[in-house]
């Protein structure tokens, strides 16, 4: 069952934060992910959610999505986002 890494990124420093998405990518790939969602234009329509850059990113299960947000390839990068953003991240199971 496919699992889902979303996060709401509030970019405080753009500079800064290209450091963390510019290697972000090759660190998914290595677990078989790929991204559903980078950015672009969010839209809230109910509450009070202010979303920021949202993120989806798609992995082929939880097991695989939980390794690869503790690999030491992405926890190597992770201090860049930290410095740069505020985020929140879940993991999810999918469908």
């Known amino acids: 069952m496919a699992a889902y890494c979303i996060s709401n990124v509030e ?9 963390y ?10 677990f078989g992910g790929r991204f559903v969602v980078r950015g672009g234009k969010a839209e809230a329509k109910e509450g009070a959610w202010k979303p920021h850059r949202m993120i989806v990113v798609e992995f082929p299960d939880l097991d695989t999505a939980n390794r690869w947000y503790h690999s030491p390839d992405y926890q190597a990068i992770i201090g860049y986002r930290e410095k740069s953003a505020r985020t929140d991240l879940v993991i999810v199971e999918g469908l």
Not at 11 to 19: G, H, I, M, Q, S
């Open 11 to 19: 970019v405080l420093d753009p500079a800064a934060y290209e450091n």
């Open 21 to 30: 998405r510019s290697r972000t990518l090759a660190t998914i790939e290595k």
